[in-house]
Nanobody
């Protein structure tokens, strides 16, 4: 599965941004789709995930502000980010897990200015 992330950019604190991840395979065939992020000098962390099309989970730090969704007709994963904070500055990666295989997109940079 190939993943192509897009939508990153520069936004002021409190603003919104939407990230998209286009998959080369049907997202319905993927067990888990997720967004991760990696801030400078920090480890990559899970932001949000959808398991088996219906179990949605968020990191505590983004609950109530971020929304993950998938568009089956377009084979796309979306992360809507609202009320962004400076600590949200990071490279955001989309991820897909199917069986024992794990796939990563190339990452898209989100910069939140204070």
């Amino acid at each position: 599965v190939q993943l192509q992330a897009s939508g990153g950019g520069l936004v002021q604190a409190g603003g919104s941004l939407s990230l998209s991840c286009a998959a080369s395979a049907s997202v319905q065939s993927i067990d888990v789709v997720a967004w991760y992020r990696q801030a400078p000098g920090k480890q990559r962390e899970l932001v949000a995930s959808i398991m088996y099309g219906k179990i949605i989970d968020y990191a505590d730090s983004v609950k109530g502000r971020f929304t993950i969704s998938r568009d089956n007709s377009k084979n796309t994963l979306v992360l809507q980010m609202n009320s962004l904070r400076p600590e949200g500055t990071a490279v955001y990666y989309c991820n897909a897990q199917r069986g024992r295989f794990n796939y990563w997109g190339q990452g898209t940079l989100v910069t939140v200015s204070s």
